[in-house]
């Protein structure tokens, strides 16, 4: 009984292919799976339990917290499709603006973290003020929207202060009229 070399690397290499086709797809099923566990599927944004706790890790950075205004009235008004809505272009009009590297997190129904690494005060402030006209300057889904943003500069703190602190300057710009910019 004679081995045919020729007809033994045909069925090798086919079956070589067939292995590595099922790890390529098993792959991706991985990383699938790892994105849609990190990724809330609205907005694309982190979700807040997957990145909650790798905040507290983070050191010298700038943080946006930005709140769509009135938003409660829009649901109550016009329904929660139209929330949904909304909220995703929000979301893709902000993603749109910020740079490949900051971390986006929905921390909330309709409220957002943005964390800066390496920006300066100045820079971080103009950057909010641009997202904060961009969303008032247009209709978003036939209805004017306004958002309000809290911020702080680059602090070597924890994040749980630093949220304290942009909340607080959240609550400053809704306190002021909505649709504006408080960085402390």
């Known amino acids: ?25 098993f792959y991706l099923s991985i990383e699938n799976r790892t994105h849609f566990l990190q990724r809330d599927r609205m907005t694309g944004f982190y979700r807040r339990d997957f990145y909650e706790k790798k905040l507290n890790k ?6 946006l917290l930005i709140d769509i205004d009135n938003f409660k009235k829009i649901n109550d008004t016009y329904g ?41 005060c100045s820079s971080l402030y103009s950057r909010a003020e641009y997202i904060c006209n961009l969303i008032s300057r247009e209709p978003i889904c036939g209805l004017d929207i306004t958002i309000s943003i809290g911020g702080l500069c680059e602090q070597d703190t924890t994040f749980t202060e630093s949220y304290r602190r942009a909340d607080a300057a959240l609550y400053e710009s809704k306190h002021n009229g909505r649709n504006r910019v408080t960085i402390v």
């Open 80 to 120: 929660h499709k139209k929330g949904d809505d909304v909220i995703r272009q929000v979301a893709r009009l902000i993603m749109d603006n910020i740079r490949q590297k900051d971390i986006a997190i929905r921390w909330g129904g309709e409220e957002f973290i943005i964390i800066f690494n390496s920006m300066d």
């Open 1 to 25: 009984v004679g081995i045919n070399y020729i007809d033994l690397l045909k069925k090798s290499s086919s079956l070589a292919f067939v292995f590595s086709s099922i790890i390529f797809v």
């Open 58 to 63: 983070l050191d010298n950075f700038s943080m």
